[in-house]
């Protein structure tokens, strides 16, 4: 009897406590039960409130304080699904983790998107998330922040977690406030105790105002303008006062993206940052976020390889051709590098442990085959059963999954071959004028489009290339001059932006087809399997090509926009930032196609950033758009022509060459001519004489090649002879490749005095 009095007192002192402290954090709602999952507590929304798990005394858990310039969801609600259900939750669940995953599934209707997601990601940890377009990057970002539900498992925040940073893909910053105070906006820290500092002021009272001071030099406050003039120039940006309104939605990433960055979240997720950003940018964001040291974790969604060097540790999304939903593959500090070498290795020692095994297996099962029946090795028959039975059990003789040792699919692209043009030229600006609001951008533009003609424009952001583009197309009305166009002009047009024109209600084979059906040149009899072949082969197979485009990740809408090129032909393709969005599959895909399409009957222009996708295409001209001005080169693409994207607008370019096939003229070439500096004249001059030795020595470089390459076949299969003549002949053909830069500069340098 006096033990049970000794329980209940126990138990009703306990009641008690957990009724004061309810009290004390002002928890004063019932709970509901929910299949264990505590409701959320809206009204907690302060950051200095504490956090509560929700583990001994079901408390509800605070939502996490989302910093991020998109509308998104708040991180701590919990969304029941039927028949399902989801825990979110954080503090001391995470074990010191920044962010931890176990077990999430998540679909998209009837469609298995993630399966059985764990992952644990430490504080000041910076982690790429890979995989191919439509696996579910995006996706898994969303369920970490709450945008979408999740399927049974748990999402856990860690207790320090306070502040997420997400930056979506299409993520604008739909704001009036000034660039510099967009971004700036994000330091939420400084920006209280700056006010701190004026309220203290305001009330004469210097113990706060000492308080708030300290506070505010403690916190880097001196050093915000430093740090916001830094990442906004690093960006791209020159007018910090410029309202963001004004800006197109390329630019208003940015100032989102500079706004994550600078608010130095407890958990960073930047999906795709690199979209919209030039190759100035990106090298910038590089260095960044190799030496980025933050407190906070970091978490990376890119196709850019040279982000993806900057990062820790690598997990990828591998989708199993044997079952639905991508899995989560963990390379913990590996960078990019050794994250390719390690996977090839796990595949070869999963496909190697499993043959071992199988064989071993086999001898087993043989000698059980044949002495099972025998009295006298009955028992040891029985043994080796035993052993057989074990590695079952123990997963030994299951096969390797097909997320570990599936060769990655590679996509196609098959361009239709070009419609026969009459005449050379298929497209032309003469002297034309373009802008917006009748104000010019670029003036007096001549540019002639003519078959076999690949064209690459460069320059710095805003000078006018899109808009040159654009005038092109047709889309834009010029403010001077004419847009003649051939008769037998069939464009085909590919925007970085082209995805979000397509309507989202329709399922992406009826876009395909309607596209190769419609129009003046449409072809009525393109069927649906053309279409579902042409999506196929860049990756939408099966069911996907028959989702509606809004259910389609921003990859795999690129890649419907990219289908629709493959049915309908086209003698000139103009092409604007087109790898945006693709990942390095796709890319390499359209490289490869646009390399080999059309020969002298079909005409590319290009703007493009991705260094690595121009390398794949014979450019056979340049046009450089910079000042106000647009000079067409004839010739190949140089390592100078990347760093043009960063020459500030008063660099001038070093001239234009003229040819009987094409025009290329710039206002104010002939005022260079004048005008240029007496060292560089004086080079234009001594020229011809460097010339001439330059021709000499590379008759005499193209020589010692021949004769090493004749050398060659006469030593037969000696291995080592081989190996270091080829040495020699490589060193010998970069001597060549540098007196051809060399020749090509020299001859530009003397055409501007001639």
Same mark, same amino acid.
């Given at each position: 009897m006096f033990s049970l009095m000794n329980r209940l007192a126990c138990c009703f002192i306990a009641l008690l406590i957990q009724t004061c402290v309810l009290q004390f954090y002002g928890f004063s709602h019932a709970f509901s039960p929910c299949r264990g999952t505590c409701s959320v507590d809206k009204s907690l929304t302060k950051i200095d409130q504490v956090r509560h798990t929700g583990l001994l005394l079901k408390l509800p858990q605070r939502p996490s304080r989302l910093s991020s310039s998109t509308s998104i969801n708040e991180a701590g609600t919990s969304v029941q699904q039927p028949k399902q259900k989801q825990k979110r939750s954080g503090s001391d669940e995470t074990r010191?983790?920044?962010?931890?995953?176990?077990?999430?599934?998540?679909?998209?209707?009837?469609?298995?998107?993630?399966?059985?997601?764990?992952?644990?990601?430490?504080?000041?940890?910076?982690?790429?998330?890979?995989?191919?377009?439509?696996?579910?990057?995006?996706?898994?970002?969303?369920?970490?922040?709450?945008?979408?539900?999740?399927?049974?498992?748990?999402?856990?925040?860690?207790?320090?977690?306070?502040?997420?940073?997400?930056?979506?893909?299409?993520?604008?910053?739909?704001?009036?406030?000034?660039?510099?105070?967009?971004a700036a906006s994000g330091m939420e820290a400084i920006n209280q105790?700056?006010?701190?500092?004026?309220?203290?002021?305001?009330?004469?009272d210097l113990d706060e105002l000492e308080k708030a001071t300290s506070r505010f030099e403690a916190l880097g406050g001196y050093q915000q303008d430093q740090k916001v003039?830094?990442?906004?120039?690093?960006?791209?940006?020159?007018?910090?006062?410029?309202?963001?309104?004004?800006?197109?939605?390329?630019?208003?990433?940015?100032?989102?993206?500079?706004?994550?960055?600078l608010s130095e979240p407890s958990l960073c997720l930047l999906d795709e940052p690199s979209n919209h950003l030039d190759d100035a940018a990106k090298r910038w964001l590089a260095r960044y976020l190799a030496s980025y040291e933050g407190e906070g974790a970091l978490v990376l969604v890119t196709h850019d390889v040279e982000l993806l060097k900057s990062m820790d540790h690598i997990a990828e999304i591998v989708v199993s051709g044997s079952q639905s939903g991508g899995s989560l593959q963990i390379y913990k500090s590996c960078n990019y590098e050794q994250y390719l070498q390690l996977k090839e290795e796990r595949a070869k020692a999963a496909v190697a442990a499993f043959e071992k095994n199988s064989e071993k297996a086999a001898k087993l099962q043989s000698f059980v085959d044949r002495f099972g029946a025998s009295a006298t090795k009955a028992s040891a028959a029985q043994s080796r059963v035993k052993q057989i039975d074990r590695m079952?059990?123990?997963?030994?003789?299951?096969?390797?999954?097909?997320v570990l040792v599936a060769k990655q699919f590679k996509p196609s692209l098959v361009l239709p071959a070009p419609p026969k043009a009459i005449g050379e030229t298929l497209l032309m600006l003469k002297d034309a004028s373009v802008g917006y609001d009748g104000k010019p951008l670029v003036e007096n533009i001549n540019l002639r489009i003519q078959r076999g003609m690949k064209v690459l424009f460069r320059g710095p952001n805003g000078?006018?290339?899109?808009?040159?583009?654009?005038?092109?197309? $047709? #889309?834009?009305?010029?403010?001077? *001059?004419?847009?003649?166009?051939?008769?037998?002009? /069939?464009?085909?047009?590919?925007?970085? %932006?082209?995805?979000?024109?397509l309507d989202p209600n329709q399922r992406a084979v009826d876009i395909v087809t309607s596209y190769a059906r419609e129009g003046p040149y449409g072809d009525v009899v393109v069927s649906d399997q053309q279409a579902r072949s042409a999506l196929g082969r860049l990756g939408l197979q099966g069911e996907k090509a028959l989702r509606y485009l809004r259910d389609l990740s921003g990859g795999e809408k690129a890649r419907v926009a990219l289908a629709m090129f493959c049915l309908k032909p086209s003698n000139l393709y103009l092409l604007d930032e087109c790898s945006n969005h693709l990942d390095i599959g796709c890319v390499e895909a359209l490289?490869?196609?646009? $390399? #080999?399409?059309?020969?002298?009957? *079909?005409?590319?222009?290009?703007?493009?950033?991705? /260094?690595?996708?121009?390398?794949?295409? %014979?450019?056979?001209?340049?046009?450089?758009?910079?000042?106000?001005?647009?000079?067409?080169?004839?010739r190949a693409v140089r390592d100078k022509d990347w760093q043009v994207d960063s020459m500030s607008s008063d660099q001038r370019g070093s001239g234009k060459i003229d040819n009987n096939r094409n025009e290329a003229t710039t206002n104010g070439t002939s005022e260079q001519k004048g005008q240029l500096d007496p060292k560089l004249r004086k080079q234009a001059f001594n020229a011809p004489k460097r010339i001439a030795k330059l021709e000499q020595?590379?008759?005499?470089?193209?020589?010692?090649?021949?004769?090493?390459?004749?050398?060659?076949?006469?030593? $037969?299969?000696?291995?080592?002879?081989?190996?270091?003549?080829?040495?020699?002949?490589?060193?010998?053909?970069?001597?060549?490749e540098k007196y051809m830069e060399e020749w090509e500069e020299l001859e530009e340098l003397a055409a501007l005095v001639l």
């Open positions: 010191g983790a920044a962010l931890l995953l176990e077990g999430v599934n998540v679909y998209r209707g009837p469609s298995h998107i993630l399966r059985d997601i764990d992952w644990r990601i430490e504080p000041r940890t910076k982690w790429a998330l890979v995989g191919a377009n439509g696996a579910g990057k995006s996706t898994l970002l969303k369920a970490i922040v709450g945008q979408i539900p999740f399927d049974n498992g748990k999402v856990a925040l860690g207790a320090k977690s306070n502040q997420i940073g997400y930056l979506q893909q299409t993520a604008v910053a739909g704001s009036n406030k000034t660039i510099y105070e967009e105790a700056r006010l701190a500092i004026e309220e203290a002021a305001e009330k004469g003039s830094a990442v906004l120039k690093g960006l791209g940006f020159t007018d910090f006062q410029k309202r963001c309104d004004e800006l197109s939605g390329g630019w208003q990433m940015r100032v989102s993206f500079a706004k994550v960055l079952d059990r123990e997963g030994l003789l299951d096969a390797p999954p097909d000078a006018g290339k899109s808009t040159i583009l654009h005038a092109l197309r $047709g #889309s834009l009305p010029l403010l001077t *001059g004419q847009r003649i166009e051939n008769e037998s002009l /069939r464009l085909g047009v590919f925007t970085q %932006d082209l995805a979000q024109e490289s490869d196609a646009l $390399g #080999s399409w059309a020969g002298d009957r *079909g005409a590319i222009v290009v703007i493009s950033h991705d /260094r690595a996708f121009c390398e794949k295409i %014979d450019f056979t001209h340049v046009a450089t758009v910079r000042d106000g001005t647009c000079v067409l080169e004839e020595l590379i008759k005499d470089a193209e020589g010692q090649i021949a004769a090493i390459e004749q050398e060659m076949i006469s030593v $037969g299969n000696d291995v080592g002879k081989l190996v270091e003549m080829n040495r020699r002949k490589d060193q010998i053909a970069a001597k060549v």
